[in-house]
Nanobody, 125 residues
Framework: QVQLVESGGGAVQAGGSLRLSCAASGRTFSSYGMGWFRQAPGKEREFVARIRRGTGSIYYVDSVKGRFTISRDNAKNTVYLQMNSLKPEDTAVYYC??????????????????WGQGTQVTVSS
């Protein structure tokens, strides 16, 4: 079992920055690929970014490339999402997720085994 707790959400103006953190329980954090998803009001949850276990390779959805950075600190059992140049359309509840699978994309919800409770990000224009 892995428990995930997100933090760092809040309200910012367009162009601002936030850093989300996701702390994981357990001693096998490095064995999991980690992802960030988001769900805007009235919309389905969508993939944002992921970082694989082992190689640490990274993949982003096109809409956040160049603005968001995912990273992980295995010593702290934490994955981060640095969000810069935020836009109103980035407003959503952001979720981190963990997967025991390994693969190139890992951008689908069904591929993830554990989920956090979510943290709200609100970007005003």
């Amino acid at each position: 079992q892995v428990q995930l707790v997100e933090s760092g959400g809040g309200a910012v103006q367009a162009g601002g920055s936030l850093r989300l953190s996701c702390a994981a329980s357990g001693r096998t954090f490095s064995s999991y690929g980690m992802g960030w998803f988001r769900q805007a009001p009235g919309k389905e949850r969508e993939f944002v970014a992921r970082i694989r276990r082992g190689t640490g390779s990274i993949y982003y959805v096109d809409s956040v490339k160049g603005r968001f950075t995912i990273s992980r600190d295995n010593a702290k059992n934490t994955v981060y999402l640095q969000m810069n140049s935020l836009k109103p359309e980035d407003t959503a509840v952001y979720y981190c997720a963990a997967t025991a699978r390994d693969g190139y994309v890992l951008a689908s919800e069904w591929e993830y085994d554990y989920w956090g409770q979510g943290t709200q990000v609100t970007v005003s224009s």
